[in-house]
């Protein structure tokens, strides 16, 4: 049998064949991907609403939320779904762990979204009134004083962070106390 250049064998398994080698884009942690489609998600989010519609920032900010609540429950889950294997586990990084077919995940992933971009929101909003720039502030000048969607979905992508951590710590505890 041939064997690829990249393939690699592994200490443990030195003869196995991995299907995966010539994928360059197997070497990137899945935390990295994950994290990385989240902040898109929510970058396309803010940009669909807050750029391309001109109305009052409270309707766009409830529009932004349906789409994110969307976008997460019916893209980011699934991939992250997906992307679990024996080898490395990604089920950690779902913001809940509610039966996925279920009207109770969906309302979930409401509460997920809306608590995170809230959060997001107005913790940008605040950083603006300190005078600290956003992205798009050093990006297209100082005058340019608004939010911006690189630095919603870094914000965001931040905060959701801090929710899957704490997610993951009270489940461990709960399991502990089983």
């Keep these: 049998m041939f064997t690829l250049k990249n393939n690699h064998s592994k200490k443990d398994q030195p003869h196995q064949f991995n299907p995966y080698s010539i994928d360059k884009l197997s070497t990137i942690k899945p935390q990295v991907k994950i994290g990385f489609m989240k902040f898109w998600v929510a970058g396309a989010a803010f940009f669909l609403t807050f750029t391309a519609l001109q109305y009052d920032p409270l309707d766009l900010l409830v529009v932004m939320i349906l789409i994110m609540i ?5 893209v980011v889950n699934k991939v992250i779904i997906w992307m679990n294997n ?3 586990p990604t089920l950690k990084y779902l913001p809940h762990h509610i039966k996925r077919s279920s009207v109770l995940s969906l309302m979930m992933t ?4 809306i608590v995170l971009v809230l959060a997001s929101y107005f913790l ?6 300190l005078g600290i720039p956003s992205i798009g502030m050093i990006f297209f000048g100082f005058e340019n004083r608004a939010n911006d969607p690189i630095t919603f979905g870094l914000v965001f992508m931040g905060c959701d962070m801090i929710w899957v951590y704490v997610k ?5 505890h709960l399991r502990k106390g089983d």
Excluded: K
Aim: charged share 20%; net charge negative.
């Design 70 to 74: 969307l976008g997460t429950e019916y």
């Design 168 to 172: 993951n710590l009270i489940r461990s």
């Design 124 to 129: 940008i909003e605040g950083l603006l009134t």
């Design 110 to 113: 409401g509460v997920y979204v």
């Design 86 to 88: 024996d080898r490395q």
